[in-house]
């Protein structure tokens, strides 16, 4: 491979936009480190299906930086995942501050002590580590981006405001992107449970148990998420006749 140096990589424009993007690139990659929270995605890679659902999920979470068409790294793309990185920030450390002003007891049972303590640790790691990165990051972003062409710089500040502006606007997983989000999230963590299912009347059984009938509305809207996705259940065939 070969190395350029600070001085070449500045005499050329490409090369210095490819640099800066693989620097925050990096930068953003440190975050999941920081992260107290286990990641939703599969660690592995699952069937197709699963990965379309992965790539349905960064959709909704990051639409500007539009993740679902496969492109290089851009100013664009780069802009719009630091904004939307961003507000959810500024969004989960509002929601944290609300639920100490006032907590809530779930299904009217108090939490223990031990689970108050872990909640307790996970808010400060998300506090004092992954956000305290994730605006390290954000300055380093602004201020690095003076740096580079008017182009550049005016497509990733536009691509930056446009998705830190899409914070949403009350808290609650459900108030954000769609109605079905949970449903996909849901989908994806369990997604080998969903994969041994016999058919898509089970899955909607499954999912009304867990969210109710009416936020999972009626079969028909998972039959078009499971075709959306390519989650294929087996159609039961006729019983061989014996020989």
């Keep these: 491979m ?5 001085a070449e990589i500045q005499c050329n424009p490409v090369k210095q936009r490819e640099e800066w993007l693989r620097r925050l690139a990096e930068e953003y990659e440190k975050l999941d480190a920081a992260m107290p929270v286990k990641n939703i995605l599969p660690e592995e890679a699952g069937p197709a299906w699963v990965q379309n659902l992965e790539r349905e999920v960064a959709d909704i979470l990051f639409p500007v930086a539009n993740l679902k068409e496969p492109q290089s790294r851009s100013p664009k793309q780069m802009g719009a995942i630091l904004g939307h990185q961003c507000a959810s920030g500024v969004w989960m450390m509002e929601w944290f501050a609300a639920e100490a002003q006032n907590p809530k007891k779930i299904d009217g049972i108090k939490p223990s002590a031990e689970k108050i303590k872990e909640g307790e640790k996970i808010v ?3 506090s004092e580590d992954w956000y305290e990165g994730l605006c390290n990051l954000a300055k380093l972003a602004l201020s690095s981006c003076v740096d580079q062409s008017y182009e550049d710089m005016k497509t990733f500040l536009l691509a930056y405001a446009t998705a830190f502006a899409q914070k949403p606007h009350s808290f609650g997983v459900g108030n954000i992107g769609h109605s079905a989000f949970p449903i996909y999230v849901f989908m994806l963590m369990h997604w080998r449970i969903v994969e041994r299912l016999n058919s898509v009347r089970e899955l909607h059984e499954m999912l009304v148990k867990v969210f109710g009938a009416s936020q999972v509305g ?7 998420i499971c075709q959306r996705i390519g989650l294929h259940y087996r159609k039961p065939g006729r019983p061989k006749k014996l020989q």
Aim: proline letters at 0%.
């Design 2 to 6: 070969i190395h350029m140096s600070k």
């Design 124 to 126: 400060k790691g998300l």
């Design 218 to 224: 009626e079969l028909k809207r998972i039959e078009k």
